[in-house]
């Protein structure tokens, strides 16, 4: 090992450390943010009163918790199934040819900005909603749906992943014994492919939840707990976005202590995903 | 094929590096404004005249809101904070400041509204809730949906502290973070209900009077429409000689002129 | 009862609708803005500045500031990470440690950019005083395109079958000999997909970039200088109904410039896989 060699070692070291020690840094950063607001107002006063107003020093985050929970909910309602099926489709009955070219342009198609979906949510399907549904149109459903749409490359890819790694043999002898390929799908395939389907719905929920500029556009940002789909809403992600330009003092850290809680509950669906898999 | 790659990677850091050393240099005179969205677009016009007329002066300008414009001044990462508000807060009370124009706030709805005037009443009665309905208040019936700033806009501040006095803004509100989100949020939705800065008015929207007084600049000036504000920009400490320049242009005639041919009150 | 056959051939109605919807919406969006959009493109909008807050000229700045923005980021973020992927592949025993780094490293690849953001915002920006500006926000992208970094890094080195080294060694070569010459070579498709994929991230990233590098409508004259990307601007051009014109000319370009990323991206995977099947 010439001098050489332990040189570059070294590097390749401090650059690791280094890298590892930033992330720890912004992780600790965070926390050490919004953990101390969360105990001195009381995690449980703070989760579940739904006042937030910042300047009467009131920081109930509990309508932007649902606001984020009822919009993903929604996204997973409209990603899963199309995003499912689109993956069962490419895989079990499509020809390969088509799958080589619909994979690769879903993929694509996956890189428009979340920018570009809030715009088309905003002149496209907003004013559709509010001419057949009524209300603003800037709406849970709006949101749901762009946001579902946004997730599907996710869960269309990590589905179509698992169904492909399935062994050939499980399709091959359950249509040997008569089924069609349909009834292979839904009593073989699915159930072999589920943890890795379901790995991908949870990154989709993942991304879901951590959209902020395509909700900020089209779900209105109102503060109030929503009752219908036509409703607006406010989600954690925008409510940090709105207004952490200027928030100062409790203010600032009570955004971080929505910040820590969607951090904490990324880690606790990463926790989910490496569950799954090591069952495996 | 990934070779050429690499080259071409390589070279297109060694330039970036080769520009950011050269050009990073030229960190000498950036002039940053930051703060009210009102006075955003005039800022930026009037850098445009400085910048015309000083070769080597840079300036800055980010909206975000007067509160915005307030905390960074306060910090000293701007060096002038724009914030349009009735009263500055105690936070800044050190730091020297200056009114460089005076700006309405008009009350919006969508083009087709057919109503044309209402009342300071009627107006404080449908930003806390009371009235949900276009009925109450004369029109065809509609849901009637308010639509407001958030929290650290100084128009927010003044349009609450002048019509909603100590009362609470609706919980049904829905919210735009500048003047120019509220006028397309309010263009786009009929039964929308909005306010912006006089200045940002165009065809898009329609305007209300406000017991029948029309929202112009004319009638805040000679004080009939009282729906208005000053316009500060806020120094920070230890301001820089170029900054200090920047805001005398601001106040000159020239500037002044400018600010009032485009929408807004001069100070003057 | 209905037949076994039947029920298939409406689950394939059902399938092909769901392909059909998914594949129509993506290409309406697509067509939308391209149709909208490539009219306004021209050299004149491609290169004069920003004029009236967006409503007029061009979107020069924003194309210098995007580019800036990623180049810089890149550079901070692409030594860091795949050299923590070489570190925790070939440097370090696989053990509980590396389970945890790699568990976080996956963690923070999935943290809301909006947290990036104010991360950055309070940090660097208010904090350090680097105020709005192109070093501020390339910072804050390399954090956030750190974990990705080392993750694809990470999952390409380890593809490289371990004979490799294994022959390196035996032929006497060193470690690190083994790396250079032989495992970073075949890992290098993969590990440059991850960091195109992170430009192209880069690119459409507003959230993170609003409060870091600022929304200035100049050309930034150095690394200090706030400067507003495209997907910043196009952002503010939509929602303050400044010039819907504008608005789709920066969307189209922006589709363009993400399209060919990942187009190039998919074209080096493409032969990273035909070199290993």
């Known amino acids: ?280 | 094929m990934v070779s050429l790659l690499k080259r071409g990677l390589l070279i297109a850091f060694i330039i970036s590096i080769y520009l950011f050393i050269t050009r990073g240099s030229k960190t000498a005179t950036i002039i940053r404004l930051a703060g009210s969205t009102a006075f955003q677009p005039f800022a930026e016009k009037l850098a445009d005249v400085y910048m015309d007329k000083n070769e080597s002066a840079v300036i800055d300008v980010q909206g975000g809101g007067s509160a915005l414009g307030i905390m960074a001044v306060n910090q000293g990462i701007v060096d002038i904070g724009m914030a349009d508000m009735l009263q500055l807060p105690r936070v800044v009370s050190h730091l020297t400041k200056v009114v460089c124009a005076r700006d309405g706030i008009a009350v919006i709805v969508h083009k087709d509204n057919p109503i044309e005037n209402i009342s300071k009443k009627q107006l404080q009665d449908i930003f806390t809730g009371k009235i949900t309905n276009w009925q109450k208040v004369g029109v065809s019936p509609a849901p009637l949906r308010v639509i407001s700033r958030e929290d650290g806009s100084g128009t927010r501040k003044s349009f609450d502290q002048i019509v909603l006095k100590k009362n609470k803004l609706t919980i049904n509100a829905m919210y735009q973070d500048s003047n120019g989100t509220i006028r397309e949020a309010v263009k786009s939705d009929e039964n929308a209900i909005g306010y912006i800065s006089i200045g940002f008015i165009n065809s898009s929207v329609k305007t209300v009077d406000i017991d029948g007084i029309n929202a112009t600049n004319e009638n805040v000036k000679n004080g009939k429409y009282t729906l208005a504000r000053p316009i500060y920009l806020i120094l920070k400490k230890d301001i820089g000689q170029d900054a200090r320049q920047f805001i005398d242009f601001l106040l000159s005639n020239e500037a002044q002129t400018i600010i009032s041919k485009n929408g807004l009150i001069p100070v003057k | ?277």
């Open chain 3, 1 to 277: 009862m209905i037949n076994a056959k039947t029920s298939e051939r409406i689950a394939k109605m059902f399938l092909i609708s769901a392909i059909l919807i998914t594949l129509g919406i993506l290409g309406f969006i697509i067509l939308f803005i391209l149709i909208n959009g490539l009219p306004v493109i021209s050299a004149n909008f491609l290169f004069k500045p920003i004029e009236e807050m967006g409503k007029s000229g061009g979107i020069f700045p924003t194309i210098i500031s995007t580019i800036y923005i990623s180049m810089l980021s890149i550079f901070f973020a692409a030594p860091l990470g795949v050299a923590t992927a070489i570190y925790l592949t070939e440097y370090t025993r696989e053990n509980y440690l590396t389970k945890v780094i790699r568990f976080g490293a996956d963690c923070l690849a999935g943290i809301p950019s909006i947290i990036y953001g104010l991360f950055g915002f309070v940090f660097f920006v208010i904090y350090l005083k680097m105020s709005w500006s192109i070093l501020s926000g390339a910072l804050t992208l390399s954090i956030m395109m750190l974990p990705t970094i080392i993750r694809t890094s990470e999952e390409a080195i380890r593809a490289v079958p371990y004979s490799y080294r294994e022959a390196t060694y035996a032929l006497g070569g060193s470690k690190w000999q083994g790396i250079r010459f032989i495992v970073i070579p075949k890992a290098m498709p993969g590990i440059l997909t991850g960091i195109i994929l992170s430009i192209g991230r880069a690119v459409s990233e507003t959230a993170a970039l609003i409060f870091t590098a600022g929304m200035s409508i100049r050309t930034p004259t150095s690394i200090f200088s706030s400067g507003r990307t495209m997907a910043v601007h196009f952002y503010a051009l939509a929602r303050e109904g400044i010039s819907i014109q504008m608005a789709y000319g920066t969307a189209a370009i922006l589709i363009i410039t993400i399209l060919i990323i990942n187009i190039f991206s998919y074209y080096l995977l493409f032969r990273y896989q035909k070199k290993y099947s």
């Open chain 1, 1 to 280: 090992m010439g001098v050489n060699e332990k040189i570059i070692e070294k590097t390749i070291y401090f650059l690791a450390f280094s890298a590892i020690f930033i992330l720890l840094l912004i992780t600790i950063f965070i926390f050490k943010e919004g953990v101390p607001f969360l105990f001195n107002y009381g995690v449980l006063k703070i989760i579940f009163r739904s006042s937030w107003s910042p300047s009467d020093q009131e920081f109930g985050i509990f309508a932007m918790i649902i606001g984020s929970i009822y919009i993903t909910l929604g996204a997973l309602i409209v990603g899963i199934p199309l995003g499912v099926a689109c993956a069962i489709y490419l895989c079990e009955f499509a020809h390969k040819r088509t799958r080589l070219i619909i994979k690769p342009t879903i993929e694509l198609l996956a890189g428009i900005p979340s920018v570009v979906y809030g715009f088309m949510g905003m002149i496209v399907l907003a004013p559709i909603i509010r001419s057949f549904l009524g209300g603003s149109g800037l709406s849970i459903l709006s949101a749901s749906l762009v946001l579902g749409i946004m997730i599907l490359p996710t869960i269309i890819s990590i589905s179509m992943d698992s169904l492909m790694a399935l062994p050939k043999t499980y399709k091959e002898g359950s249509i040997a014994l008569g089924a069609t390929t349909w009834q292979t799908v839904i009593m073989v395939l699915l159930p072999a492919a589920k943890s890795g389907i379901i790995a991908g719905i949870i990154l989709g929920l993942g991304r879901a939840i951590g959209e902020t500029m395509a909700v900020i556009m089209i779900a209105g940002n109102s503060l109030k707990i929503p009752v219908s789909v036509l409703d607006s809403t406010r989600t954690m992600t925008a409510g940090i976005a709105l207004e952490m330009g200027y928030a100062i003092g409790d203010h600032r850290m009570a955004l971080f202590a929505m910040a820590v809680i969607l951090f904490i509950f990324i880690l606790l669906l990463n926790s989910l995903v490496t569950f799954i898999f090591q069952k495996k």
